[in-house]
């Protein structure tokens, strides 16, 4: 396979806050994927790069911001959602960094990086989440990486770690990942990170022609610190154009980015690498141009999986990704 493609596309961002009905999302209803939710008894529910996808059929959604701030609640970076269907493959993905839940309060949470990953098929499901640099009101957590792992808090506060509800139903089988659940002692709760995905059996369907797409997040090192990136791109539904949606914030010299269109999409210098150039917004400042290469070289990504970037505005940085992971889905034939 050699794809060269040339088109110009305005990539949709996705809603980064938005008002839950009455019925939370903690429980594994539905098929979806989003970033972080929160409910406070003061607000209405916060819904942050929510996928709010029924995976009925071959499909596809995606949800990415550059940052969210919402004050006293929630602030973090590059979060990122994608849940995907097709061939019998059912793989959802939720990923967010530097993470300041209920900042200044005595329940304040804080992480350098969360992300969770579920896949079903053939009756069989499976969920993995990472958790970096976790601290509840000052105090390290250790993630143990074990699943359903709970952490009891001062003040009837409570950590759930890697939480995951599977279940099997006529031989199908669904699952429901988070990287972390809090709830705190005032009644205030979060789920960070989190994925439903469902097994529907019959086999799957079909990919469209031309469906070639890669999903990611996480860090690489910059000089003496590090950025983080989410990010989705390609071909999605069987549309004849590519998209993108890519947030990268360098850490190191305090550079934000984001992509704004896609010019070119297609195989790298290896079957698993992905070359993607278009427009972008620089620090709030429309007009450079990018070029991006990203490679998907095994799981869980860590140490293997590679990005790198160039930037019109003599930017440049590439690695091994330090957190994260970057995963390359179908191909064009």
């Not at 809603?15 to 003061?42: I, W």
Request: with cysteine; proline share 5%.
């Amino acid at each position: 396979m050699k794809m060269k493609l040339l088109f110009s596309v305005l990539a949709a961002g996705a809603l980064a806050v938005a008002a839950l009905p009455a019925s939370s999302p903690v429980a594994p209803q539905g098929a979806r994927a989003y970033a972080a939710f929160v409910r406070t008894p003061s607000r209405a529910p916060l819904l942050v790069a929510d996928t709010n996808l029924d995976l009925s059929g071959h499909s596809e959604r995606f949800g990415s911001e550059l940052s969210i701030a919402v004050p006293r609640v929630l602030f973090a970076e590059t979060p990122a959602a994608s849940v995907t269907t097709g061939q019998g493959r059912y793989q959802g993905s939720a990923s967010l960094s530097h993470v300041v839940l209920f900042p200044g309060s005595p329940e304040e949470l804080q992480a350098f990086f969360l992300r969770a990953e579920a896949r079903a098929g053939a009756g069989r499901a499976l969920g993995t989440s990472r958790i970096v640099g976790l601290k509840v009101a000052g105090r390290l957590i250790d993630a143990t990486g074990a699943s359903d792992q709970v952490v009891a808090l001062p003040g009837g506060g409570t950590l759930v770690l890697n939480e995951q509800v599977a279940t099997t139903f006529e031989g199908r089988a669904r699952i429901a990942v988070a990287a972390v659940h809090y709830t705190t002692g005032s009644g205030r709760e979060a789920v960070l990170a989190r994925a439903v995905v469902q097994d529907e059996g019959g086999g799957g369907t079909d990919w469209p022609e031309c469906h070639d797409f890669c999903t990611g997040g996480g860090w690489i090192l910059s000089g003496d610190d590090h950025a983080n990136f989410g990010f989705n791109a390609g071909f999605h539904d069987g549309e004849p154009q590519p998209v993108i949606h890519f947030n990268y914030i360098d850490h190191g010299t305090g550079m934000h980015m984001k992509a704004d269109t896609i010019t070119e999409y297609g195989e790298g210098s290896t079957p698993t690498a992905r070359h993607m150039e278009g427009s972008c917004t620089i620090d709030d400042v429309p007009g450079f141009t990018y070029m991006i290469d990203v490679e998907d070289n095994g799981e869980p990504g860590v140490g293997v999986d590679f990005l790198g970037i160039t930037l019109s505005n003599g930017y440049a940085a590439s690695g091994l990704l330090s957190g994260g992971n970057i995963q390359i889905h179908g191909e064009c034939e």
